[in-house]
């Protein structure tokens, strides 16, 4: 075997035809029951564009590119982070939808969107930030891959979403590792959904796994038999039994999800160029698989060229983590770090894959006229002398051994097993099983019923269908009922119930109503501890801690905080705000205890570990070792790149990162408010060269906080002052009780 090389990567112009978008709207959408994709289309406090160029003119973008063997990735920074060309070598296939242009089209959830390429969509469908520019960073690693984050804070609900994209040296596939950090202290809702369009034609169809028998449509509102579909979805009669995997045979706009899986990938696949391509995850925390189509009709060719100049029509291929439909949220808790792997990967020659693993692809086929079956085999690494086995029980019907590369798919025939569901098809290597594929029996699971809708509260028999019916609503992102009108029934019908006063309380102080929301919590700690003074879970405490700390009731806070610490799920936010309201007090070493006792349960807090650093720096004690420690976990986390940047008393690289836009400088700030540390917290303010009022409106707060009233005032006039267009305040986090002026 040849020695790897290393994979080269490198950041350079590159020149886009594209069809620019208007300055958006100055207001953003304060509507509060607009339906996107099955949820909320709420975008506040993001503005909308309502109107796109009809003229194309040559940008350039700053491009970074990755390379090695046998891929070519390029992705686009400016562009939501997306991967905008995916490029096999091997056979010059773009085995990504390559749009040679940027023609956005107004169906994003705040206007311009665009096809092709890797969309990442999070945390919310069609992201609301896919047009826009993230934070990026890139990195050579030891083993000779090589990698670009792509990472961003969102402005709606404050949750930060990072994607490492990485191509490592002699393999075809590209690595997707996603981390998903809850930054603030509310538990929040998300969907992650890598999108790749892949191109289409008479001859491609998608690759489901053998087990999928039914999709669904978004919502799960309808249901259909999969392949072969054999009623009525979306308004078009399949009663004949029409092959609905295949884009010819689908004419309208539809959407359809797998239903159930236990297979880890899903994938398309041209027949005529015999190449396509495949998407692998562990199906137990990505089990959502979807194609979409604007339909093999007038109206799909009529959005081929809304999104295209020259390259046809493409579907997408989504694949969900976290979710296996549209929508399907998942919870984040309050500093809660989720992750995951995904692999995307060209393929060659098997067709309809049987089994998939990042390695190994392979296939078997039916029995041919002679009496033969053929396995075909296709891997994304060198493996000579890999092992083939074929049993039937305990039969060999094939053994072989056979140099596999990424460069050719490998065939072999032999004749057809008596039992085709016993046959089982083995590929290893060195001893180590690449993939295993036992041909498929048909134990079909039943096709599924469509979802029905909610009942009104009145309707529903008890405080528990009410209490879940309201997290549903708030869980799921409703863009009509409101999740109040069942907490409250709930309520008038128990109001000592811990559930419904817990949640009402949470969903009271999201909307500003911080006095009414104590109460809520009050009322829910009193029934947990009625018999019990140590109950099961420290939420409501934790919740109560929040509530009373943005009343200015610090000294109740913290007692509340404490008690929350004796429960191990709320023990890491608990200790991390003893740690910022000691903070506050100059207790510095007391609040640096709290903080590595935060960490114990919350290894990869970034808010605790960037919290650490600054309280050891404020100690004079040396936090290199933490801050570089913490960077190895997430290079783009602003408060951890801040920390670095005043060891080392250079700023430009941090605020390269930061970007020129307010919003991570109003969200590093807040970190450093909490905890007092209103020095750090107004150098990076003061930082920003935007001109946005915010800035000035949080600095004002700050020095009100020190009692430093002219400085105040002085803020409040330049905020004032500035212009406004484009300011919208978010409430992910409420200020504190008392900080006005007069």
Not at 5 to 27: G, L
Not at 110 to 133: D, K, L, V
Request: a negative charge; glycine letters at 6%.
């Amino acid at each position: 075997m040849s020695q790897a090389k290393p994979v080269r990567i490198w950041e350079e112009p590159c020149v886009i035809p594209t069809y620019k978008v208007y300055p958006p709207e100055k207001s953003p959408l304060f509507i509060e029951k607009r339906a996107y994709q099955g949820s909320t289309g709420k975008v506040y406090p993001l503005p909308v564009t309502e109107k796109i160029s009809d003229t194309k003119e040559d940008v350039t973008y700053h491009a970074v590119c990755l390379e090695n063997e046998y891929l070519k990735v390029m992705v686009l920074p400016e562009l939501g982070g997306r991967i905008q060309r995916a490029y096999d070598k091997t056979n010059g296939y773009d085995f990504v939808y390559y749009n040679h242009v940027i023609k956005p089209a107004l169906v994003g959830l705040t206007g311009p969107w665009i096809s092709g390429g890797i969309e990442f969509n999070w945390p919310q469908h069609h992201r609301p930030s896919t047009y826009s520019p993230v934070e990026y960073t890139t990195k050579e690693n030891p083993d000779g891959s090589c990698t670009v984050f792509v990472s961003e804070i969102d402005k709606m609900y404050g949750t930060k979403g990072m994607a490492s994209i990485t191509l490592y040296p002699q393999k075809a596939y590209i690595e997707i590792k996603g981390q998903l950090y809850n930054n603030t202290d509310l538990p929040q809702t998300f969907l992650w959904w890598a999108n790749p369009a892949v191109p289409v034609n008479d001859h491609t169809y998608s690759v489901f796994p053998p087990d999928v028998n039914a999709v669904m449509d978004h919502g799960k509102r309808a249901v259909s038999t999969f392949p072969i579909a054999t009623g009525e979805y979306y308004k078009c009669d399949y009663s004949a039994g029409v092959d609905i995997s295949r884009y010819k045979n689908v004419k309208v706009p539809t959407s359809y999800m797998a239903a159930h899986s236990d297979y880890d990938f899903i994938g398309n696949y041209d027949e005529k160029e015999e190449a396509g391509l495949l998407h692998v995850a562990d199906h137990h925390i990505s089990p959502g698989k979807k194609q979409w189509t604007w339909g093999n009709g007038d109206f799909g060719r009529t959005w081929d060229r809304n999104l295209t100049d020259e390259d046809g029509p493409y579907i997408e291929l989504m694949t969900g983590v976290f979710t296996d439909n549209q929508p399907d949220f998942t919870w984040l808790k309050p500093q809660e770090e989720k992750t995951f792997v995904q692999y995307f990967m060209p393929y060659k020659g098997v067709g309809r894959v049987g089994n998939a693993t990042k390695e190994v692809m392979v296939s078997i086929s039916t029995p041919a006229a002679d009496g033969s079956v053929t396995l075909k085999v296709y891997t994304t690494g060198v493996y000579e002398h890999a092992s083939i086995h074929v049993m039937e029980k305990d039969q060999i019907l094939c053994e072989t051994s056979a140099d596999l590369t990424p460069e050719r798919c490998y065939e072999v025939s032999f004749p057809a097993p008596v039992h085709m569901p016993d046959c089982k098809v083995t590929v290893s290597h060195s001893g180590r099983v690449l993939v295993e594929y036992a041909v498929y029996e048909e134990k079909l699971k039943p096709i599924p019923e469509p979802a029905s809708p909610m009942k009104a509260p009145q309707d529903m028999r008890s405080t528990e269908e009410l209490y879940l019916a309201a997290s549903h609503l708030e869980q799921y992102r409703h863009a009509t009922y409101d999740p109040a009108a069942y907490y409250l029934e709930g309520l008038r019908r128990d109001a000592t119930d811990i559930r419904l006063n817990n949640g009402y309380g949470l969903l009271l102080f999201r909307r500003g109503h911080i006095k009414d929301s104590i109460r809520h919590f009050q009322a829910a700690v009193e029934k947990q501890t009625r018999k019990n003074p140590n109950p099961y879970t420290g939420e409501c405490y934790f919740n109560l801690g929040l509530a009373l700390e943005a009343d200015g009731q610090e000294e109740q806070a913290f007692d509340a905080f404490y008690k929350s610490t004796w429960s191990a799920e709320t023990q890491s936010t608990g200790f991390y705000w003893l740690a910022c309201l000691s903070a506050r007090k100059g207790k510095y070493e007391e609040a640096l205890e709290f903080a590595e006792k935060a960490l114990l349960r919350n290894w990869h807090s970034m808010k605790v570990r960037t919290l650490k650093a600054a309280l050891m720096r404020k100690l004079g004690r040396d936090n290199t070792d933490l801050v570089e420690e913490s960077l190895s976990i997430d290079p783009l986390y602003m408060g951890c790149l801040y920390e670095k940047a005043v060891s080392s008393g250079t700023f430009l690289f941090w605020k390269e990162k930061m970007r020129r836009e307010a919003h991570n400088y109003l969200e590093l700030s807040y970190l450093y408010k909490n905890a007092g540390l209103y020095e750090d917290a107004l150098r990076i303010l003061e930082a920003c060269e935007a001109e946005n009022p915010m800035l000035f409106y949080y600095q004002s707060s700050i020095h009100l906080l020190t009692d430093n009233r002219e400085a105040a005032l002085a803020c409040a006039k330049r905020a004032e002052a500035a212009p406004s267009d484009y300011c919208f305040p978010t409430g992910n986090y409420p200020q504190r009780k008392n900080q006005t002026l007069p």
